[in-house]
């Protein structure tokens, strides 16, 4: 039987203001997972209305009573672990693997907010006129808006509003049409339990076809100070566009064609159990997700074998069952999409490996070899559990194959070497690098984020204290000044 969810705003659970509701479904079975409030602008006002409400009384809060609210929170997400992991599975197809990955990840994100809460640290800067005193000091910026997606949906729709909440802002957040439990309603019921004071998050859920008029009121409503967007370069920059005109500031992490490079030393048996992983977790929907190996020639052929065989074995099908490693799509379209790329490579001349067969959903891990470089496949994002293999025949087209995208968001390098490692790593242009690991890594207290078309700002660590406050000056004449008339 489906389950009934609402939107949460200003610590209240209400429908939509139309009463419309949308049916979200388990992309594995087909079957409706959920019956969910198809919000719209109006509900979006509503929501920004209640966060305004609630800024003056949250951004004066003591960071010890903002601290114990997270860390309370971090507590409860824990206790809700295998429900989240239910949710995640029947709502986004995730294996199990990879649900409890982000389960385990998300009560770090709050104890990194816990800890943040005193970090917005000013400074005293010399003055250049007798008596003055100059302080920098940072503050809250207002209402912040998270836009979030389906493919990680708990961490990105936490990672979207936490650390905002923690400098004392307050949010509204979005999530996807396609996640709108695991990313929206199952947070929300976080922070309410924990005791947030009403109106410090909000939650705005939407059916099909209505994600642009919500983000569009975020953009247009001038009580809304910063959007934080994850998800396709392609809306990241429709929303940076709209939003210059209102000169508005957004953060964005958007969409990557992340490069894993092997150099001949490196170790074969490590560099394919890191490709596996960084190209098919979650079948290959995350936005780090290694999308071409590069490998120098004298070793090119021993990984690739090893590669297919490990990839080969790969359990597809039921994301319930624990053993699966490859689940379904998020959705038709999505298997269309991928289907058209791999098809458009093979036309170009690339040869098959293993995978490139579909049951209903579930796309086959698939390995190609022989892509033409410059080619879309090479330099667009595919945004699924295809991989291709590119032979080069030195380190330095190694690192030019790798920095022949419009993206920029994660990279790797293996090698025997570290300060070979570290001088490729300077090389590539991408804003995270990783030595001797694959492409898909974050934790909650480093600056993650994307260079080139895979987005600016960064949204962990103290670096988000860019992104979601406001450094203000205040002068202090201690005597009085002397002017010229």
Not at 35 to 55: I, L, Q, W, Y
Not at 139 to 158: C, F, K, Q, T, Y
């Amino acid at each position: 039987m489906p389950r009934e969810y609402k939107m949460y705003i200003n610590g209240e659970w209400v429908g939509a203001l139309d009463g419309e509701v949308y049916n979200d479904l388990n992309p594995y079975t087909g079957e409706v997972f959920a019956h969910v409030p198809s919000g719209k602008r109006a509900d979006a006002k509503r929501a920004v209305d209640g966060a305004v409400e609630a800024f003056p009384a949250w951004s004066q809060t003591l960071p010890a009573e903002r601290q114990a609210l997270f860390l309370k929170a971090a507590e409860i997400l824990e206790k809700k672990q295998m429900e989240i992991v239910a949710i995640l599975a029947e709502e986004t197809g995730c294996t199990f693997g990879f649900a409890m990955f982000q389960t385990m990840f998300t009560p770090g994100l709050l104890r990194e907010a816990a800890a943040q809460v005193h970090q917005a640290n000013g400074e005293l800067i010399p003055a250049d006129l007798p008596g003055a005193l100059y302080m920098a000091i940072r503050r809250p910026v207002g209402v912040v808006a998270g836009i979030a997606p389906w493919n990680a949906p708990l961490i990105l729709s936490l990672r979207s509003i936490c650390l905002p909440i923690a400098y004392g802002n307050t949010a509204v957040l979005k999530p996807s049409t396609e996640s709108a439990a695991a990313g929206g309603v199952v947070i929300a019921e976080v922070f309410h339990e924990a005791g947030f004071p009403k109106g410090v998050l909000n939650l705005v859920t939407n059916g099909p076809g209505k994600s642009g008029e919500v983000g569009d009121e975020f953009i247009e409503n001038p009580k809304v100070r910063r959007i934080s967007l994850t998800g396709s370069t392609t809306v990241g920059r429709e929303l940076a566009e709209k939003a210059g005109r209102h000169l508005k500031r957004v953060a964005l992490e958007l969409g990557g064609q992340n490069p894993l490079i092997i150099l001949r030393d490196a170790n074969i048996d490590d560099a394919v159990n890191a490709a596996a992983f960084g190209g098919f977790l979650h079948q290959g929907q995350i936005c780090m997700s290694t999308r071409r190996i590069i490998v120098e020639k004298p070793i090119a052929r021993e990984f690739t074998e090893k590669f297919v065989k490990k990839v080969s074995t790969f359990k597809v099908g039921n994301p319930k069952e624990p053993d699966t490693i490859v689940g379904p799509l998020i959705n038709q379209q999505q298997l269309n999409q991928i289907k058209e790329s791999v098809e458009g490579a093979v036309r170009d001349g690339a040869t098959v490996l293993c995978g490139a067969k579909a049951d209903g959903l579930c796309y086959y891990p698939t390995i190609l070899t022989n892509v033409k470089q410059g080619s879309l496949f090479c330099r667009e994002e595919t945004f699924g559990p295809v991989v291709s293999v590119i032979e080069v025949e030195s380190e330095e087209e190694a690192v030019a194959a790798a920095n022949d995208t419009m993206y920029g968001l994660s990279a790797a390098v293996f090698t025997g070497d570290f300060a070979k490692g570290l001088a490729v790593a300077e090389r590539i242009e991408s804003g995270m690098v990783h030595i001797n690991d694959q492409t898909v890594h974050d934790e909650p207290q480093v600056p993650f984020g994307g260079v080139k078309d895979s987005g600016w700002g960064r949204f962990g660590g103290k670096a988000a204290l860019e992104e979601f406050t406001e450094l203000r000056w205040i002068s202090m004449q201690r005597t009085p000044r002397q002017y010229p008339f």
